[in-house]
Every structure is written in C-alpha cells, then in structure tokens.
C-alpha cells in the first residue's frame, strides 16, 4: 500500500544526518512508485514529486536537523495541499434556500449522500428538502423517497403519492428541479438538495442534462461524488464532469471499502476542487466532513502502525489469547468474564485506538473510537464485578430488580448497567461471527 511503501522508503532516511542528491532521488523514486501502485493518476504523480524534489534538495531541508523527518513533513504539507488545504465547508446561500446540486456516475453514491447530507444538515437546525431530478431509472424517485423518510425530511418529486407533488411533467429533469426549489423557496425550507442522474459512463447527454439543470437553478454547490474505487478512470470522470458541470467541491464515497486513497488525490489535484466531504457507508450516519490535514497525516502516519502493532503485540497477553482462541475452538459461550478480560487487554495495548484509528477501512468505526475512553473500562470492570458469578455467565437472567442491584453496587446508573449489556450482547454476536471465521479474538468491548 502507499503508507507501507512510504514507510519503508522514509525508514530508509531515517537514520541519516545529512542527504546527498542520489538520497533524495531515491525517496522521491520510492514515493513515485508508492503513489503510482495506490492509484494515483500518473500526471498528479509526476507533479507531486517534482514538487517534493525541488523541496527536498531545497535550503528547508539541508538546514533542518533532521533532514528525513523534514522531507515527511514536506510529504504531508503537499498532500493536504492537494487535498484542499483545509477543511471547506458548505457555502450557504446569504438570502433564500442554499441550492446544492449533486453530480456524477450511476452509482456512485449520489442518491445514498442525498439522505446523508441531509440528515446531518437536520441535525444543525437546518430543514433540508430533497428534490428528485433523477428520473432516468425507474426506481430512482421512490429510492430517494426512502432515504427521505429514513432521514426525516420531505422529498419532492414528480410523483403522487409523495410529501409534495410536482406540478411538472414527469418526464423533465429540468422542470422537475426548478420547481422543487421554487416549491422549497415557497416552503421556507432553507436547504434544497437536488439529486440528479447519471450514467455508467460519461456520456453527452447526461452531462447536457446535468448542465442544463444547473443553469436552471443556479446552485450554491455543486457536488461531483466519486466512488473512491473508481481508480485510474477517476481523473477522466473528474475532468468530465468538471467541464460539464463545473462543480464546486467533491465527494468521496466508499471509503470504507479498501480503496487505496489515489482517486482523493487524483481528482483535487487535477480539478483544483476540494473534497469537502467522505462517505463511508451504506447507513445514513456514514458520512463525515473531509479533513484533508488528517488525510494527510493518514497516509502518512500509517507507517507507524507496523510500530503499534509490534508495541500491542508484545503487552497482549498471550496466555489469555491462547485461553480464549481455545474457547473459539470449543464453541463455548462468550462470557460478561471474557468480556471483562478483553477490555483489559486493549488497556494493557494502550495506543490500540491510536493504532486503530490509522488502520485503513478504520473510517468506519472512527466515531466510536474517537469516543473510546479508557475510563470506561473502569466503570465496565465495576459494573462486572457486581455481578454475581451466575449472572456473569448467563447474562439473559439480568432482570430489573438484579438491575438495579448492580447498579447500586458498583455505583452507576441503571441506563449504563443496560448499556454495557447491550454492547456485551453486540460483542457476543461478533465474536461468534469470528469464531466461525476463525479470526482472531478482537477487540468487540468498543463501546458504540
Ligand atoms: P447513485 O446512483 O449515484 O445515486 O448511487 P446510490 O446512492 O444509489 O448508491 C449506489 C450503491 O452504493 C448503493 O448500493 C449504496 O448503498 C452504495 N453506497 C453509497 N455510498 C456508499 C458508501 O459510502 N459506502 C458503501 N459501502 N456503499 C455505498
Ligand atoms: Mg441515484
């Protein structure tokens, strides 16, 4: 992966005081190979290390004292530079609705970001509308009603039977889009979101549609998603779309699966546009501004995680992960016990959520780990031992009263004596799902 090859190129320098030329070449090498296998579309790459060259060869390097930790710095400034520098976000509109307009492939996550968009803008005290414009696939009116409903804000579309119906032929993408904000204006909503079709492949006419609906309503933002797997192709589809459409910010979607991070990189650095937001999932929540600085960093610190993970091996405790392997092998029942001496192992890991955090698809259960707090495990350790031995090991006898009994001694309220056995019964799931994957004994104590 990148950060592997990056790492090891950047372990090279690591002990050097002073780097000649030929050094200098050598990294720059490693890291044009690293970007290139990552994906990376080869004209970004050739910008991006001609410009970490020149800098790497510059005074700010020979004069630093450590002239490899410099060149990583550089590394990472000029990634978050292409990355959109800081974080942008959402231009809202000064008078009326903000009009934002979504664009790009069939398939990529428009429709899904729609609901995530605008549920998260609902969140804020926002009252999004979505308008469906998209009407070239048959169900795509009523998937963007369900992602509606699911976030709780109105669509309007050309159909009956919706929140608002249309008064526009059904067959127009354009009509439909400026009536919906029109509608919107009316309704005082002041967010329209504008979903709108696409094709498998660039094709003119879409991109005509695409245009002619941005010229209908004039958004404040128009945002180009992009499926982060998309690879090599990303840069073509970004420059289609950037002359069709000219869009004003991106949206990566996908980046929970394992998409090598190149098309981030390709598209801002070939469009020039941002990416202000990640999606990372099919649920509505899955959804995150885009922070190019710890992208950035991402990328690059994911060198560390080979250190973490020999630090987390050498404070796991073998001996409990043999005892619990065995049980796998048995098929014997994850118990509150087991669930107790596994949060201890991740506290005997210490940097594990650290660890975590830079693991790649770690996107995903980044909300949770950045909410992991090691004192939880206290408060779980309390709760378990004031539970009497019977009810550690079947858990479902756990009634109101011995409820409220735990809580009581171990001094918590009731809701988080649930809320551990609630998160017990999760880990309880997951570890027979590892069991019959044979995976390793995890870390299922997350709180969620
Ligand atoms: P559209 O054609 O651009 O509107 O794309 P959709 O929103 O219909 O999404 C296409 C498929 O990708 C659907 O199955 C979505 O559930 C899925 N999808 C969308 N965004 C994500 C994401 O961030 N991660 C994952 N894993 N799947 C996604
Ligand atoms: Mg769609």
Not at 132 to 143: G, S
């Amino acid at each position: 992966s990148l950060s592997d090859r990056l790492t090891a190129t950047f372990k090279n320098l690591r002990g050097k005081g002073r780097l000649t030329e030929a050094d200098v070449d050598a990294t720059v090498r490693e890291i044009r190979r690293a970007l290139l296998d990552a994906d990376v579309a080869v004209p970004v790459v050739r910008e991006f290390t001609a410009r970490i060259r020149e800098r790497a060869l510059g005074a700010e390097v020979s004069a630093a004292l450590n002239p490899s930790q410099q060149i990583v710095k550089i590394v990472n400034e000029e990634l978050q530079e292409i990355l959109g520098g800081e974080t942008r976000r959402i231009r809202l509109a000064k008078t009326g609705p903000t009009i934002i307009m979504l664009a790009g492939l069939q398939g990529a996550g428009k429709t899904t970001l729609a609901g995530k968009l605008a549920k998260w803008l609902k969140a804020q005290g926002h009252s999004p509308v979505l308008v469906a414009a998209d009407l070239q696939r048959p169900n795509a009116v009523t998937q963007l009603q369900i992602v509606g409903e699911r976030a709780g804000v109105p669509v309007f579309a050309p159909h009956p039977g919706t929140t608002s119906d249309l008064d526009v032929p059904t067959g127009d993408p354009v009509a439909v889009a400026r009536s919906g904000v029109d509608e919107a204006r009316q309704k005082l909503h002041d967010v329209v979101i504008v979903d709108t079709a696409g094709r498998l492949g660039v094709d003119a006419e879409m991109m005509d549609q695409a245009r002619r609906i941005r010229q209908a309503i004039i958004p404040n933002e128009v945002l180009f998603v992009i499926d982060s797997m998309i690879g090599q192709d990303a840069v073509n589809t970004a420059v289609a779309f950037d002359e069709g459409v000219n869009f004003t910010g991106v949206v990566l979607s996908k980046l929970d699966g394992d998409a090598r991070g190149g098309a981030a990189l390709s598209v801002a650095s070939v469009t020039g546009k941002p990416v202000m937001f990640a999606s990372t999932g099919e649920g509505l929540d899955d959804f995150e501004l885009f922070h190019p600085d710890r992208m950035a960093s991402r990328i690059l610190d994911m060198g560390d995680v080979l250190t973490l993970i020999e630090q987390a091996e050498k404070n796991w405790d073998k001996d409990e992960a043999a005892r619990m392997a065995k049980k796998f092998a048995d098929q014997e029942d994850f118990t509150l016990d087991d669930f107790l001496a596994q949060m201890q192992q991740i506290r005997n890991m210490g940097s594990m959520k650290k660890m975590l955090m830079m693991m790649p698809g770690a996107q995903n259960i980044r909300q949770q780990l950045e909410q992991f707090d090691e004192r939880e495990i206290d408060r779980v350790e309390a709760i378990v031992r004031s539970m009497t031995p019977h009810e550690r090991l079947a858990p479902k006898i756990i009634n109101g009263s011995r409820r409220a009994r735990i809580a009581r001694g171990s001094g918590v309220h009731v809701s988080e004596v649930n809320g551990l056995l609630e998160r017990f019964a999760q880990a309880q799931k997951m570890m027979k799902k590892l069991a019959q994957g044979g995976g390793m004994p995890g870390m299922p104590g997350m709180p969620g």
